[in-house]
């Protein structure tokens, strides 16, 4: 039996079909890593921004805590071990900047302090723990499935006691609130698709 002359016309859509799907295919799988790359770092910007934002919140809840100050007359005394920590990255800036000798400039003298927290050890229990969860240097920077996995559990228990933080000493304030708070500073969106 011949050859039909007209197969390849006959299978032309099969063809185009296959030819299409193919294209379609290696495409998607290019467009797919683009997407799933700009929102990989999009969603770990907005992560690491909010531990930053708890580690600062943190930072200032230690230093407002009810601490024995130093007075030239007495003798000094030890800070708690539980705030050591989360005050031990601010306070060596602030012991630069008394240790100076230049008389202290105009903008230096409107100093802004907030009121010290009661003292509570469970509140400076919360804080420490906060503190610990979300510090920079502890946190894993790797792509890797438990990484990934340990930073999101770190970041909810913080947030967590975040929540525990603020109910105490009765500052309660939002997410968006504190993104709005920080006025120059905002938060990329990422795109539902």
């Known amino acids: 039996m011949p050859l039909d002359p007209f197969d390849d016309v006959l299978t032309l859509e099969d063809q185009f079909f296959s030819e299409g799907f193919r294209q379609g295919t290696e495409d998607g799988i290019q467009a797919g890593k683009i997407e799933g790359r700009s929102v990989g770092l999009a969603k770990g910007y907005e992560k690491f921004y909010e531990s930053g934002r708890i580690h600062a919140r943190a930072v200032i809840w230690a230093?407002?805590?009810?601490?024995?100050?130093?007075?030239s007359s007495t003798a000094?005394?030890?800070?708690?071990?539980?705030?050591?920590?989360?005050?031990?990255?601010?306070s060596g800036s602030a012991e630069q900047a008394q240790l100076s000798t230049e008389p202290p400039s105009?903008?230096?003298?409107k100093t802004c302090s907030l009121p010290p927290l009661p003292p509570n050890a469970r509140l400076e229990k919360n804080v420490t723990t906060a503190f610990a969860l979300v510090e920079p240097d502890t946190l894993s920077k790797e792509n890797s499935d438990d990484a990934v996995n340990d930073f999101d559990d770190r970041l909810k228990r913080a947030q967590g006691?975040?929540?525990?933080?603020?109910?105490?000493?009765?500052?309660?304030v939002s997410a968006p609130e504190a993104a709005a708070a920080a006025g120059d500073i905002k938060v990329p969106e990422t795109k539902e698709i």
């Open 76 to 90: 000094t005394k030890k800070p708690s071990s539980s705030s050591a920590a989360a005050s031990a990255s601010v």
């Open 161 to 172: 006691k975040v929540k525990i933080i603020e109910r105490m000493t009765g500052e309660v």
């Open 106 to 109: 105009e903008s230096q003298n």
């Open 63 to 71: 230093n407002r805590l009810s601490l024995p100050r130093k007075n």
